[in-house]
């Protein structure tokens, strides 16, 4: 049954989820208000925020301030030895403790280890489930929740749009992990982000037909997974794709 007039689900893909902030932009400037969302990684904690009743300004204030978005601090780790003590401490400022407290309904995507798969999180403990979202394998630690380890949701499905698709007239879908053809592998990382990418590609194709609105900005893929200062370039680019997009589907649609 679609209780919802509009949906929108947000993809992980680290700093350049700073697009998705871009995407509410335009929506609010066409007065498009989703009434559900769904995100997995970075799209958790944009979408936690969306859900939280936050506007896109509020939310670019939050990326610029040194305190809050740029979460991911990486000086100095061990690889798969990172805790979300830092990431926790910014979500409890920003969010409340459960789902039932926030504004919009909201459904967070997170692949369980421990029963190789995909769950769902939509009720209960608000940060676990976030933290869960987000937890990069070789980077974070997995988060246990009720006997249960966590890791980051793009593993299985990066953009989460079947878990509100059958509650939603209209989807729309952001999806900020385009894959640029001919780019410079030059080290690790970038070889580590490469292969991760092209793995959830396929996980991300079903998911697409089910959007009525799919954003995908194609140079959102140039940039760093961890450039955290790319706030304005990120955001600029989801703004225009998605007036882009809105204006000719959306709006011709009603």
């Known amino acids: 049954m679609k209780n919802y007039e509009v949906g929108l689900t947000l993809s992980g893909g680290g700093a350049r989820g700073y697009a998705h902030?871009?995407?509410?932009?335009?929506?609010?400037?066409?007065?498009?208000?989703?009434?559900?969302?769904?995100?997995?990684?970075?799209?958790?904690?944009?979408?936690?925020?969306i859900a939280n009743g936050y506007t896109s300004e509020e939310i670019i204030d939050f990326a610029q301030h040194p305190n809050y978005l740029k979460i991911f601090d990486f000086k100095g780790f061990k690889?798969?030895?990172?805790?979300?003590?830092?990431?926790?401490?910014?979500?409890?400022?920003?969010?409340?403790?459960?789902?039932?407290?926030?504004?919009?309904?909201?459904?967070?995507?997170?692949?369980?280890?421990?029963?190789?798969?995909?769950e769902v999180f939509s009720s209960g403990p608000l940060i676990d489930a976030v933290l869960a979202s987000i937890s990069i394998p070789v980077i974070f630690k997995p988060v246990e929740i009720k006997g249960n380890f966590y890791a980051d949701g793009g593993l299985v499905q990066n953009l989460p749009?079947?878990?509100?698709?059958?509650?939603?007239?209209?989807?729309?879908?952001?999806?900020?992990?385009?894959?640029?053809?001919?780019?410079e592998i030059s080290n690790t990382f970038k070889i580590i982000d490469r292969c991760i990418r092209i793995a959830i590609f396929n996980t991300v194709q079903s998911q697409i037909k089910l959007c009525d609105i799919f954003i995908d900005p194609l140079k959102g893929g140039q940039f760093d997974?961890?450039?955290?200062?790319?706030?304005?370039?990120?955001?600029?680019?989801?703004?225009?794709s998605a007036i882009k997009e809105i204006k000719n589907k959306y709006l011709n649609r009603n």
């Open 21 to 49: 902030i871009g995407v509410l932009k335009a929506m609010e400037e066409f007065k498009i208000k989703p009434n559900i969302v769904s995100g997995t990684s970075m799209g958790a904690i944009i979408g936690s925020l």
């Open 79 to 118: 690889l798969g030895l990172s805790t979300h003590k830092r990431v926790r401490s910014i979500l409890n400022e920003l969010l409340p403790d459960d789902f039932e407290s926030l504004k919009l309904p909201l459904r967070i995507s997170a692949t369980n280890l421990s029963k190789a798969q995909l």
């Open 161 to 183: 749009a079947d878990s509100i698709r059958d509650e939603c007239k209209t989807l729309i879908g952001s999806h900020v992990n385009h894959i640029p053809l001919n780019v």
């Open 225 to 240: 997974v961890l450039n955290f200062k790319a706030v304005k370039e990120l955001v600029d680019l989801g703004y225009n």
